[in-house]
């Protein structure tokens, strides 16, 4: 069995409480909510991601004879609880803004309507993999704005934090722009484009650099890119100027070299003259070595004859920003909107809507409102699942690339920084949502006083 796909891939407590609903014969209809809080402090927006996965796990969702006997054998639950989860599936309705949606705090990207103890037992996986997902597209998004129409490769995978962290921070870095990713298990689930260089160690257990490079070209005719940085830098690009003409008799063309490690525009700026000065103008020079979006900016600025970037562990682990703080919130029970009052984590009742308004192209601001309140702007929660079943085919992520694109081209410059701007989106909480919420805290307030006389 796969762990990803796992009913049991959740926190105890949610089995814990499934246990109280089950007992209580507590089964009307909860609406809960995913969103964040806050922005990180260097995060003007954030892009959302990992709608896909969720919708594959809620259309899955089932708890396997093995995890139940399993289950059942811990004694920490009743025979009659677990031979109720035997027959428990996701039958829900699922609202949520479509992936690669470029969205700010507080704002619902995933609203789930079901059963109360299945959209409970759900909770963890869908957390887990909404925010893995927004936060490294969030993330990579940065460097697509930095090196605009440079070439932009995944390396990340070999530093991500496990398997599936590597092969999702893939996807979202390729939704978000870049061009291809070096893990081949990414391009082979997600067709997402490859590209690879070489190691050191070739080179390193060949008799010598050049010998190292012409048996490369040899096995890889179709994919020469040298890796220069083993011994000396600009001495191995002589090397490849020497070699390119051997290589080219036997209709073999160099179509790159790569940087690794020192100062990578001062490299570049010497390699590019040694290339150019040997007729090898043709030959683009890629970099890579601890590259986030702050380094893309600086050798971008700098001018640095550099054609593309392969960018791996910052990216992949979103160093600046390692964590969002995202909750899934229960926002309505029996048709009763509930309030969350704890300090600092206080929520917004209801089923929400957001509607986002426009001025010449531009998006102007946001207003979070309650979902049978109509406001003007296009409604960015839509429908993606009814009833446990998907309301489309999978969205491919050439879409999800072109709305990322399309969304970049709509915000308003500012916020297309690195830098946080001081003046944030807009974005507002309206009049009635307000409202309920002041009547429940009200409410709150009334029901504990008497409580407590």
């Not at 009743?78 to 690669?100: I, N, Q, W, Y």
């Not at 990713?181 to 590209?195: E, F, H, R, W």
């Not at 531009?362 to 207003?367: A, G, I, L, T, Y």
Request: include cysteine; proline fraction near 4%.
């Amino acid at each position: 069995m796969n762990p990803s796909s796992s009913a049991f891939l959740t926190d105890l407590y949610q089995l814990t409480m499934l246990q109280g609903y089950f007992d209580a014969k507590m089964d009307r209809i909860a609406v809960f909510e995913f969103f964040v809080r806050r922005l990180p402090a260097n995060r003007n927006f954030l892009v959302s991601a990992g709608l896909d996965q969720v919708l594959d796990f809620l259309e899955s969702f089932e708890c396997t004879a093995q995890e139940l006997g399993w289950l059942e054998a811990s004694g920490n639950f009743s025979r009659e609880f677990v031979s109720h989860l035997r027959t428990t599936r996701f039958t829900g309705d699922v609202h949520a803004m479509p992936e690669g949606e470029i969205f700010f705090a507080n704002e619902p990207i995933l609203r789930v309507t079901a059963p109360i103890a299945e959209a409970q037992v759900v909770e963890t996986r869908i957390v887990n993999l909404l925010h893995f997902q927004a936060l490294i597209a969030s993330k990579a998004v940065r460097c697509a704005i930095t090196a605009p129409g440079k070439a932009l490769v995944d390396f990340g995978l070999r530093r991500a934090h496990g398997a599936e962290a590597g092969l999702l921070a893939a996807r979202a870095c390729y939704l978000t722009g870049f061009t291809a990713t070096s893990n081949v298990l990414a391009g082979q689930t997600y067709q997402i484009p490859l590209s690879g260089t070489m190691a050191h160690s070739f080179i390193q257990a060949s008799d010598s650099e050049v010998e190292a490079f012409r048996r490369f070209a040899l096995a890889n005719p179709n994919n020469v890119t040298l890796l220069l940085d083993t011994y000396d830098t600009e001495a191995a690009a002589e090397k490849v100027v020497q070699l390119a003409p051997t290589l080219k008799s036997q209709g073999i063309s160099i179509r790159g070299v790569r940087l690794d490690s020192g100062d990578l525009g001062e490299h570049a700026r010497r390699v590019r003259r040694i290339l150019d000065d040997g007729k090898l103008q043709e030959v683009s020079i890629f970099a890579s070595g601890n590259l986030d979006e702050f380094e893309l900016q600086r050798l971008v600025r700098s001018g640095a004859p550099i054609d593309g970037f392969g960018v791996g562990t910052r990216v992949l682990t979103s160093a600046d920003a390692p964590y969002l703080d995202c909750a899934y919130k229960i926002q309505e029970y029996n048709g009763r909107p509930l309030r969350k009052l704890s300090e600092g984590k206080a929520t917004w009742p209801g089923r929400k809507q957001v509607y986002r308004s426009y001025r010449s192209g531009r998006m102007e601001s946001d207003v979070i409102t309650l979902e049978d309140d109509k406001m003007p702007g296009e409604a960015l929660l839509q429908p993606v699942m009814r009833n446990g079943k998907r309301l489309r085919s999978n969205v491919t992520l050439f879409e999800i690339r072109q709305r990322v694109a399309d969304q970049l081209r709509q915000l308003p410059p500012g916020l297309l920084s690195l830098e946080c701007e001081e003046q944030h989106f807009p974005v507002s909480i309206s009049d009635s949502l307000q409202e309920m919420a002041r009547n429940l805290s009200l409410a709150y307030a009334s029901k504990n006083s008497r409580s407590s006389a």
